[in-house]
T-cell receptor
Framework: AQSVTQPDIHITVSEGASLELRCNYS??????LFWYVQSPGQGLQLLLKYFSGDTLVQGIKGFEAEFKRSQSSFNLRKPSVHWSDAAEYFC??????????FGAGTTVTVRA | DTGVSQDPRHKITKRGQNVTFRCDPI?????LYWYRQTLGQGPEFLTYFQNEAQLEKSRLLSDRFSAERPKGSFSTLEIQRTEQGDSAMYLC????????????FGQGTRLTVV
């Protein structure tokens, strides 16, 4: 079965600093990969997705992610974090029947 | 607002009571999904519909859970004889049916069983 692993449970970053969130996937073929963000008590908002093609994908809110097949990774990055980026971030992969499998999430805290 | 909407946003119920949640997907989306999210975890798949047909149910969905999507529009998720372990956020999502599509999520229904 397809799955993703997010090794970092919690990350604290200073406002204005760069952010990188790790995601590793397990799947033989080229996976469909997603990053979602969730603010407290809210639903999930899609940041970006990778289906095929260019391995560096741009998303909303200044986020980008890079698909690296050799490392089975799809890490999320942002060059300069804003206080409003404090949230929980989920990496997910999708099977051929459209079900999403999520990682456990990484909570991002932004300090002033 | 043309996004996925869920009702109610919050529900507190006593153990043993039945509850029903509603999800209205994005109007042109033929696929609808239910997920459950417990504190500190990622969402877990429960079930999904293509139009009005329920195509798969997770083993997480015990006999006390039932979902419907009459006429392929809105969907309901009912939990009978609620237990404290049912306390969670229930998320609904919808998508188009093609390969290169993504799921859009609603705000969720937070269920607390006391």
């Amino acid at each position: 079965a397809q799955s993703v692993t997010q090794p970092d449970i919690h990350i604290t970053v200073s406002e204005g600093a760069s952010l990188e969130l790790r995601c590793n996937y397990s799947y033989g073929a080229t996976p469909y990969l997603f990053w979602y963000v969730q603010s407290p008590g809210q639903g999930l908002q899609l940041l970006l997705k990778y289906f095929s093609g260019d391995t560096l994908v741009q998303g909303i809110k200044g986020f980008e992610a890079e698909f690296k097949r050799s490392q089975s990774s799809f890490n999320l990055r942002k060059p300069s974090v804003h206080w409003s980026d404090a949230a929980e971030y989920f990496c997910a992969t999708r099977s051929n029947d459209y079900k999403l499998s999520f990682g456990a999430g990484t909570t991002v805290t932004v300090r002033a | 607002d043309t996004g996925v909407s869920q009702d109610p946003r919050h529900k507190i119920t006593k153990r043993g009571q039945n509850v029903t949640f509603r999800c209205d997907p994005i109007s042109e989306h033929n696929r609808l999904y239910w997920y459950r999210q417990t504190l500190g975890q990622g969402p877990e798949f429960l079930t999904y519909f293509q139009n009005e047909a329920q195509l798969e149910k997770s083993r997480l969905l015990s006999d006390r859970f039932s979902a419907e999507r009459p006429k392929g529009s809105f969907s309901t998720l009912e939990i009978q004889r609620t237990e404290q372990g049912d306390s969670a956020m229930y998320l609904c999502a919808s998508s188009l049916g093609g390969q290169n599509t993504e799921a859009f999520f609603g705000q969720g229904t937070r269920l607390t069983v006391v």
